[in-house]
Nanobody, 127 residues
C-alpha cells in the first residue's frame, strides 16, 4: 500500500539532539496518520508519538513529552521526529508507521495491524 523509510539515526551524546525523518514511496504520506515507535535493546516495541493527517493533532508518550516533537511537512511529504535532551534510555531502533485511521495509530497503537512500517533506524545515546 505504502512503503516507508526512516533516516537520521546515529550516535549522540546525552543531552544532545537528533532529528529523524520518515518518507514514503508508492503512495503519498499525507494521506496517512503517522506514528513513531521504538524498540530499546532487549525490550518490546513501544509507542513514541503520533500525528494526524494534517498535523492538527499530536499525541506523545509520557516518557518523551516535552523533549520530542513530531511534525509533518506535506510539501516535502515527510514526517519528522525532533528529539532533544536525549537520554541513554532513549537508545532504540526507531520506526515510523502509517495508518489511514487515527484511532489505530494514536489510541490502539497497534503493532501488527497498522498499514505500513519502515525498516527502522538506530539511535544510540551515550552517557
Amino acid at each position: 500500500q505504502v512503503q516507508l523509510v526512516e533516516s537520521g539515526g546515529g550516535l549522540v551524546q546525552a543531552g544532545g539532539s537528533l532529528s529523524l525523518s520518515c518518507a514514503a514511496s508508492e503512495d503519498t504520506l499525507s494521506r496517512y496518520c503517522v506514528g513513531w515507535f521504538r524498540q530499546p535493546p532487549g525490550k518490546g516495541r513501544e509507542f513514541v508519538a503520533a500525528i494526524s493527517w494534517t498535523g492538527y493533532s499530536t499525541v506523545y508518550a509520557d516518557s518523551v513529552l516535552g523533549r520530542f516533537t513530531i511534525s509533518r511537512d506535506n510539501a516535502k511529504d515527510t514526517v519528522s521526529l525532533q528529539m532533544n535532551s536525549l537520554k541513554p534510555e532513549d537508545t532504540a531502533v526507531y520506526y515510523c508507521a502509517a495508518d489511514q485511521t487515527w484511532v489505530n495509530i494514536a489510541i490502539t497503537r497497534g503493532n501488527d495491524t497498522l498499514d505500513a512500517w519502515g525498516q527502522g533506524t538506530l539511535v544510540t545515546v551515550s552517557s
